[in-house]
């Protein structure tokens, strides 16, 4: 009876402490929630306050002197500002080479225009036009003429208003002139889809290419494509693009240098946008653009498409250069603010064909259709959080704290490797746990090796793993704090996924610049594997507003990494040749080469302070184990490091994490 009553006594305090819990939690989002509203009231305030408007340009002034502090800072030296700004004058130099510059000289132009593939595919081009400003028009026909492969048909489908006759009159002359295009004037604007569905029905080639009527082709684009279908037998292609404002294609106002196929990507962003070509049997039994989908229906057709795709080839060259003016998306998208419910709409018929329910997508604020997707968390799956732990008591005790107060997943252990630590201050932290309001939650395991065995990271944590109970496995360094208090969440609503491995989180200095948005191969001096968007500021949108929304990456650091169990013992865990470094990367590879991807989410948000605990890697032994380390990765990895990055880009620069243009004859002094 005794012991009844106390386990009754026991599953009463954990309710009461799991309610307290809920409740603090509770208060704390409505002291915050409060604290947002008093904040935004005072900044209102302060920016309708006539002196504030006055003192404008000398605040402008005081935040370009901390701006060129901060740069001073970030690069280490003066002499670090200087090798950037060199290197940034040569990247702007560079953006020459992207435009007119890139276009095939007569002896280039002879070689491509007289190549015979072995497969010479007709490309039906469609391009639906409406209105449209006759210069426009007159160079995207000709941008069509001038490419170096000649097998193609131009399909013009017409639904200019009587306003606008002279559309038809100037497209029908090219027509009459050039068999290659067909003309036909459309009874009444039936909107995009529509127009362009009725473009499809002139189309007699074996791909279909889309184009849009105020846009500008490069010459070789055609000719670079048809390579791909000869090389690789592609049946969906895209490139890299800019938008150019005006009538300059050299009056670049950005580049899109894009990564290989990315789902997750894709859906939250359609990033492969133009200029997409595909093999004309992939519309087999659904249509080409639907009018539901107006404003977004690329969007739509890509997602559908590449769903369909046996082989998806991104070609990375700039040969699609997109017209930025008044009304047209690329300039605003509150041109077309339809746009952003149909892409919304386009991406949940998606995820349903996909077998995804309750999910949720929301915009970002890196821009209305940059969406932030919700994936159904299913379950209550145990996650245990693995720590290794030697010594700096503090910082484990920072973190312990605040997985407990700012979490608000509940099912977890936390297992703490204790790996030779000797101070008195761990010892009495560790004594803490048993008594404290964790103690059901935490263990501590001693990690025994002989006194002159060296470190090992990779046996440290593979051990943990070993006496973890959980369905999922959370690594976890010691010196890292929780932020976000749905940062469990919103990674195993990742993990949880079939197609997913490992899942890696958005990590900052204590400073609030970013140390952690994902790993790019081949990065940095080593040419193994470096961080991107590295000490960039926290609330930077990061390159094309990649740092707002989950995406596939190579890999993710194991400061903050979670799998599930199964999948972790499928590649082994850690190898522990690799005793300190490049063990996650090593680990997120052997993932990726069994068919899983690798996500970073930027919305599970912790911040690292970074080595605290470890040491310095880049003196003494530590540098010789760390470039021991680093020609393993690279022998091991070198077919995989060859063929480049596929979430990346090789207009890049393995110089810098800051998405910098390759720049030939430059050599950065560091990696920023």
């Given at each position: 009876m005794a012991e009844g009553n106390q386990h009754d006594t026991r599953e009463f305090d954990a309710l009461a402490r799991e309610k307290l819990k809920s409740a603090a939690l509770a208060e704390r989002v409505a002291v915050l929630e409060n604290e947002k509203r008093e904040l935004e009231f005072a900044l209102n305030r302060i920016k309708n306050n006539p002196l504030w408007k006055l003192s404008a340009p000398a605040r402008g002034l005081m935040h370009w002197c901390i701006r060129q502090i901060d740069r001073v800072?970030?690069?280490?030296?003066?002499?670090?500002?200087?090798?950037?700004?060199?290197?940034?004058?040569?990247?702007?130099?560079?953006?020459?080479?992207?435009?007119?510059?890139?276009?095939?000289?007569?002896?280039?132009?002879?070689?491509?225009?007289?190549?015979?593939?072995?497969?010479?595919?007709?490309?039906?081009?469609l391009t639906p036009l409406y209105n449209t400003p006759e210069k426009y028009l007159r160079d995207m026909i000709e941008s069509v003429q001038a490419q170096t492969y000649q097998n193609w048909q131009l399909c013009l489908a017409d639904g200019s208003d009587e306003d606008h006759a002279a559309v038809g009159?100037?497209?029908?002359?090219?027509?009459?002139?050039?068999?290659?295009?067909?003309?036909?004037?459309?009874?009444?604007?039936?909107?995009?889809?529509?127009?362009t569905n009725a473009c499809l029905?002139?189309?007699?080639?074996?791909?279909?290419?889309?184009?849009?009527?105020?846009?500008?082709?490069?010459?070789?684009?055609?000719y670079a494509?048809?390579?791909?279908?000869?090389?690789?037998?592609?049946?969906?292609?895209?490139?890299?693009?800019?938008?150019?404002?005006?009538?300059?294609?050299?009056?670049?106002?950005?580049?899109?240098?894009?990564?290989?196929?990315?789902?997750?990507?894709?859906?939250?962003?359609?990033?492969?946008?133009?200029?997409?070509?595909?093999?004309?049997?992939?519309?087999?039994?659904?249509?080409?653009?639907?009018?539901?989908?107006?404003?977004?229906?690329?969007?739509?057709?890509?997602?559908?498409?590449?769903?369909?795709?046996?082989?998806?080839?991104?070609?990375?060259?700039?040969?699609y250069?997109?017209?930025?003016?008044?009304?047209?998306?690329?300039?605003?998208?509150?041109?077309?603010?339809?746009?952003?419910?149909?892409?919304?709409?386009?991406?949940?018929?998606?995820?349903?064909?996909?077998?995804?329910?309750?999910?949720?997508?929301?915009s970002t604020r890196a821009f209305e259709t940059i969406f932030k997707i919700s994936y159904e968390v299913k379950g209550e799956p145990m996650i245990s959080i693995v720590v290794p732990s030697h010594d700096h008591a503090r910082d484990l005790k920072r973190l312990i704290d605040s997985i407990y107060t700012r979490s608000t997943w509940d099912n977890y252990e936390i297992i703490v490797v204790e790996n030779g630590s000797t101070e008195k201050e761990t010892k009495s932290l560790y004594e803490s746990f048993e008594d404290g309001p964790m103690r059901e939650r935490v263990r501590v395991l001693d990690f025994h090796r002989a006194a002159d065995e060296p470190f090992n990271f990779s046996a440290v944590v593979n051990f943990g793993v070993r006496q973890a109970r959980g369905q999922y496995i959370l690594l976890l360094n010691n010196?890292?704090?929780?932020?976000?208090?749905?940062?469990?969440?919103?990674?195993?609503?990742?993990?949880?996924?079939?197609?997913?491995?490992?899942?890696?989180?958005?990590?900052?200095?204590?400073?609030?610049?970013?140390?952690?948005?994902?790993?790019?191969?081949?990065?940095?001096?080593?040419?193994?594997?470096?961080?991107?968007?590295?000490?960039?500021?926290?609330?930077?949108?990061?390159?094309m507003?990649?740092?707002?929304?989950?995406?596939?990456?190579?890999?993710?650091?194991?400061?903050?990494?979670?799998?599930?169990?199964?999948?972790?013992?499928?590649?082994?865990?850690?190898?522990?040749?690799?005793?300190?470094?490049?063990?996650?990367?090593?680990?997120?590879?052997?993932?990726?080469?069994?068919?899983?991807?690798?996500?970073?989410?930027?919305?599970?948000?912790?911040?690292?302070?970074?080595?605290?605990?470890r040491g310095d890697d880049l003196s003494g032994e530590n540098a010789k184990r760390y470039d021991a380390e680093c020609e393993l990765f690279r022998t091991r990895w070198k077919s995989v490091l060859d063929a480049g990055d596929p979430y990346y880009n090789p207009n890049f620069s393995l110089d810098r994490s800051d998405f910098s243009l390759?720049?030939?004859?430059?050599s950065s002094l560091r990696v920023q």
């Open positions: 800072r970030n690069q280490g030296s003066l002499r670090g500002v200087i090798a950037k700004i060199r290197y940034k004058k040569r990247e702007r130099l560079a953006y020459a080479h992207y435009g007119t510059e890139s276009f095939p000289d007569e002896e280039q132009r002879k070689k491509e225009s007289q190549t015979r593939f072995d497969r010479m595919p007709r490309i039906s081009i009159l100037i497209a029908g002359s090219y027509a009459e002139n050039d068999e290659r295009i067909t003309y036909r004037h459309l009874p009444e604007n039936k909107g995009i889809s529509e127009n029905t002139l189309a007699e080639g074996d791909y279909i290419a889309l184009l849009d009527h105020d846009d500008i082709l490069h010459p070789s684009a055609l494509y048809v390579q791909e279908i000869n090389a690789q037998d592609a049946d969906y292609l895209y490139c890299d693009e800019a938008t150019f404002k005006g009538d300059d294609i050299n009056r670049m106002i950005t580049m899109h240098f894009k990564p290989d196929y990315a789902i997750d990507n894709l859906r939250a962003n359609n990033y492969i946008c133009h200029f997409s070509m595909f093999l004309r049997s992939l519309l087999t039994g659904t249509e080409l653009f639907r009018p539901q989908y107006d404003g977004s229906q690329d969007h739509d057709m890509i997602l559908r498409l590449t769903d369909r795709a046996q082989k998806i080839v991104h070609v990375p060259r700039l040969l250069y997109w017209r930025s003016h008044a009304g047209s998306t690329a300039s605003n998208i509150e041109a077309k603010h339809y746009a952003i419910e149909a892409a919304r709409g386009a991406v949940a018929d998606h995820l349903r064909r996909h077998g995804y329910e309750h999910f949720q997508i929301t010196d890292t704090e929780v932020i976000t208090i749905n940062w469990m969440e919103e990674m195993l609503m990742y993990a949880q996924r079939e197609d997913v491995g490992a899942v890696g989180a958005k990590l900052y200095f204590p400073d609030r610049k970013i140390q952690h948005a994902g790993v790019v191969l081949g990065l940095g001096a080593h040419r193994t594997a470096g961080h991107v968007h590295y000490k960039q500021a926290g609330q930077n949108l990061g390159y507003g990649r740092l707002c929304y989950a995406q596939d990456m190579s890999a993710v650091t194991a400061a903050c990494l979670l799998i599930e169990r199964r999948k972790w013992d499928e590649v082994g865990g850690f190898d522990e040749h690799l005793a300190v470094s490049l063990n996650d990367v090593d680990f997120c590879l052997k993932l990726r080469e069994k068919g899983y991807l690798n996500v970073f989410t930027p919305f599970a948000e912790l911040t690292h302070y970074e080595s605290a605990s390759r720049v030939e004859g430059y």
